[in-house]
């Protein structure tokens, strides 16, 4: 018996490709997962049979309303969060509407998730978060999705002392560089050359086993991977 057999587990941003892996792990460790996406004709085809419900998590109502649907107006097990947008530039070049959209998702949407988690997640459940390592880091030309990062984690670390009070386990994922795809969808911009990142099972393998096991934190080095 795995620790997320028959345990009822909601993945926020489904549709990408972390979110995927982790909907699709999750559901053959024996987890009850059900979805929460922006685009559900983005969905992987293997994932269509589960429980799906429609919200942006930069919209407070629709993601409570999202939930609901899907939690069947119940407490859950488990949130875990892999929404998140990305864009390139310098602060000069970056636009207002791009600015404004990754603090709307990246910042806020965190914390309507944080808040979801408050209310919506049983006792001695968890709330994870991929954060990534962009919140431990200032880069010039990423300025903006850096900061929308950081305050991510900054909402995540706050986010850990509260819902201690209810026995909420809260883990910030702050994973490395990996190959998603998501430097070839950013919302503006043209990403800096990168080096080959993790593959995102490796990442999603790593997470759930921290899950598991109880881990508070989950910074990039924490993903070290050793060769044999």
Do not use: W
Request: a neutral charge.
């Amino acid at each position: 018996m795995t620790y997320f057999e028959n345990k009822t587990i909601v993945v926020i941003g489904a549709t990408g490709v972390f979110g995927s892996h982790v909907a699709r792990s999750l559901h053959q460790q024996g987890a009850d997962v059900r979805l929460i996406v922006r685009n559900p004709r983005g969905l992987d085809e293997t994932l269509g049979r589960l429980p799906v419900a429609v919200a942006s998590i930069s919209d407070r109502g629709e993601l409570e309303s999202a939930f609901t649907e899907v939690s069947l107006g119940r407490p859950v097990d488990g949130i875990i969060n892999c929404a998140g947008v990305v864009a390139f530039g310098a602060f000069n070049d970056l636009s207002e509407r791009v600015g404004a959209e990754l603090m709307a998702v990246n910042a806020i949407g965190t914390m309507n998730v944080i808040r979801l988690a408050g209310e919506g997640v049983n006792p001695d459940g968890f709330l994870a978060s991929f954060t990534g390592v962009a919140a431990d880091m200032a880069i010039a030309g990423m300025g903006a999705y850096c900061a929308s990062k950081v305050a991510a984690k900054t909402a995540m670390a706050v986010a850990t002392r509260e819902l201690r009070a209810k026995k909420i386990k809260v883990l910030d994922v702050r994973a490395p560089h990996s190959e998603t795809g998501l430097v070839n969808r950013a919302l503006e911009g043209t990403a800096p050359k990168m080096p080959l990142g993790l593959e995102p099972q490796v990442v999603v393998d790593r997470v759930l086993e921290a899950i598991a096991h109880g881990e508070k934190d989950l910074p990039a080095e924490a993903f070290i991977v050793t060769k044999a």
